[in-house]
């Protein structure tokens, strides 16, 4: 190949890793990176995305304060997402699916005939062992700030309501005693489980032991 081909090989080459795009509302080029093999999975990306705001204390969300907080470029943001609203509404699906649908999956495997003692048991061990917890004031603080996230909050807080007071129903309870239940297992799962007590594993064990007798205490 001659000196001069090689060049035109090198920078079609060149062209053919990134492309230009035009964003008519915004009425701003941007470039953005075609994805290369190393390039970060979508769930990934919001996985350490939403372990970088966490850990950074990034409740105010700008795209430049992700940036500065995790080993991304701007491009391989838009790579993924359009705009914000796209970003935080992927965001908020991601939690919700990995903090409710997915317990709530594993639990409708469990044998039907099952008492609901047991699936209240299982309840609580799948949500310590998923450890999401961490991540629920960070996505209720961006709630306060975005509808797009306030809408998917509202609907898993609805879906986790009707799980719980399922297995209290089914336990026995009713009327304002089986509210009441319900209301205090969430405050507990959804709150309590953001609270780093610096417990051992034995001790963790003993206070969710307690917690559950507590629960179905008549």
């Known amino acids: 190949m001659t000196p001069g081909r090689s060049r035109v090989a090198h920078c079609a080459a060149i062209f053919r890793t990134a492309f230009t795009w035009y964003d008519s509302a915004a009425g701003v ?3 953005k990176a075609i994805k290369p093999k190393t390039t970060l999975s979508r ?9 970088a705001m966490e850990t950074h204390c990034v409740s105010k969300f700008t795209l430049d304060s992700l940036l500065q907080v995790m080993p991304v470029s701007k491009g391989s943001f838009y790579f993924h997402f359009k705009d914000r609203a796209d970003f935080l509404t992927a965001i908020a699906k991601f939690w919700f699916r990995n903090s409710t649908k997915t317990v709530i999956d594993e639990l409708s495997e469990l044998p ?3 008492p ?15 450890n999401t917890g961490r991540w629920e004031l960070l996505i209720r603080a961006l709630a306060l700030e975005f509808p797009e996230v306030n809408e998917i909050v509202a609907r898993c807080d609805q879906v986790r309501n009707q799980q719980v007071m399922a297995i209290f129903a089914e336990i026995g309870f009713e009327g304002k005693e089986l509210e009441m239940r319900t209301f205090s297992f969430q405050t507990t799962y959804s709150l309590g489980t953001l609270l780093d007590l610096g417990m051992n594993q034995d001790d963790y064990d003993a206070l969710l032991e307690r917690q559950f007798d507590f629960f179905i205490r008549e």
């Open 29 to 31: 080029h941007r470039m």
């Open 43 to 51: 769930e990934r990306w919001l996985e350490m995305a939403l372990t």
């Open 112 to 114: 039907a005939d099952v």
């Open 116 to 130: 609901p003692q047991r699936k209240l048991w299982e309840l609580m061990c799948r949500i310590k062992d998923l």
